[in-house]
């Protein structure tokens, strides 16, 4: 079955510093991609996607691109903000009908100032 | 912009009771999704609804769930009697169903059982 495997946190970053959360998938077909974030105390909000290979997603400074060789989606940003403390969760869905979503374990990342 | 609201936000019950989790979808939307994150742990599928019944479902969601959307516009989740595992964020979500479409999430219901 699907799966997406996600690189462990907690990350703690300085405010400027240059993040990457790893995130690699298992998937028959082509999935989609997606970031999804969850601020404190928040739900769960689409911060970018990819629908096939070689896309590049794009948000709030945020970019990962969807590479089907190495089969990941990597998320990276060139100059975090405080405001971008959060839970990162890479997902991936299947493009068979209208299947669910598939989340990683999530990523708790810190920016301190 | 359009989003998906859930109810109550937070509800507390003691162990064996039932618990009926709201949510309204998209208007437009016609796949319909739970699912809970137990603190600090990942989220986890429970179930998707379209067409008035059940698309999938994983092995969380057994006999003591049930989904239902009883008017064309809320989708419920029920859990007929509680237990003390069955603390978590639920989250609902929905989509229009296009093969690359996101989901949308409401806020969440936290369910504290006691």
């Known amino acids: 079955g699907n799966s997406v495997t996600q690189m462990e946190g907690p990350v703690t970053l300085s405010e400027e510093a240059f993040l990457t959360i790893n995130c690699t998938y298992t998937?028959?077909?082509?999935?989609?991609l997606f970031w999804y974030v969850q601020y404190p105390g928040e739900g769960l909000q689409l911060l970018l996607k990819?629908?096939?290979?070689?896309d590049k997603g794009s948000n709030k400074g945020f970019e990962a691109t969807y590479r089907k060789e190495t089969t990941s989606f990597h998320l990276e940003k060139g100059s975090v903000q405080v405001s971008d403390s959060a839970v990162y969760f890479c997902?991936?869905?299947?493009?068979?009908?209208?299947?669910?979503?598939?989340f990683g374990t999530g990523t708790r990342l810190t920016i301190i100032p | 912009e359009p989003e998906v609201t859930q109810t109550p936000s937070h509800q507390v019950t003691q162990m064996g009771q039932e618990v009926i989790l709201r949510c309204v979808p998209i208007?437009?939307?016609?796949?319909f999704y739970w699912y809970r994150q137990i603190l600090g742990q990942k989220v986890e599928f429970l179930v998707s609804f379209y067409n008035n019944e059940i698309s999938e479902k994983s092995e969380i969601f057994d006999d003591q769930f049930s989904v239902e959307r009883p008017d064309g516009s809320n989708f419920t989740l029920k859990i007929r009697s509680t237990k003390l595992e069955d603390s978590a964020m639920y989250f609902c979500?929905?989509?229009?169903?296009?093969?690359?479409?996101?989901?949308?999430f409401g806020e969440g219901s936290r369910l504290t059982v006691l």
């Open positions: 990819a629908t096939k290979a070689d």
């Open positions: 979500a929905s989509s229009t169903g296009t093969d690359t479409g996101e989901l949308f």
């Open positions: 997902a991936l869905r299947g493009n068979f009908g209208n299947e669910k979503l598939t």
């Open positions: 208007s437009n939307h016609l796949y």
């Open positions: 998937a028959t077909g082509y999935p989609s």
